[in-house]
């Protein structure tokens, strides 16, 4: 178990139905799909990385 990185900030995206979390993280892992995890609370749950923006671009969940 190593840590690589930070978590800044986190929240709950309610139009895309997922967490977000913005984190700076070393250079070595910072690959698209790159699988790590973070405590949260004493508790580990995965994550993916991800540079994609993320947001419902086509408004889909606003129409619904």
Known sequence: DKCVGL????????????GIMMATIDKDYTAQGTKLEVEIYGERVGVTVSDEAIFDMKNEALKA
């Open 7 to 18: 978590v800044s900030s986190s929240a709950h995206g309610q139009r895309v139905g997922k």
